[in-house]
Nanobody, 117 residues
């Protein structure tokens, strides 16, 4: 059974940092494109960052220069390092995997990130 489990969310003051993790079971993440998304209250889900199977990374303009996506292949985990957090980063963060090269089809349950001003 394939599953993604996020962790690392929490409450932090503006300017602080958090590191989110996405641990996988039933799937080898190193060969998959992975992404982080978020959904803020009252808003649609939005793309945050992605990493290809080859290691190329991509970021939404709103987080570029502050967030970093990375893989730990030994632990079959993907991370999202979030620095200089802002109140507008408050959201539930989800990781997702693209198993077949046709879009993200496996999603985690999400982890809450709250940034206070």
């Amino acid at each position: 059974q394939v599953a993604l489990v996020e962790s690392g969310g929490g409450l932090v003051q503006a300017g602080g940092s958090l590191r989110l993790s996405c641990a996988a079971s039933g799937i080898i993440l190193s060969s998959k494109a992975m992404g982080w998304f978020r959904r803020a209250p009252g808003k649609q889900r939005e793309y945050v960052a992605g990493i290809s199977s080859g290691g190329s990374t991509n970021y939404a303009d709103s987080v570029k220069g502050r967030f970093t996506i990375s893989r730990d292949n030994a632990k079959n985990t993907v991370h999202l390092q979030m620095n200089n957090l802002k109140p507008e980063d408050t959201a539930v963060y989800y990781c997702a995997a693209d198993r077949w090269g046709m879009g993200y089809d496996i999603w985690g349950q999400g982890t809450q990130v709250t940034v206070s001003s």
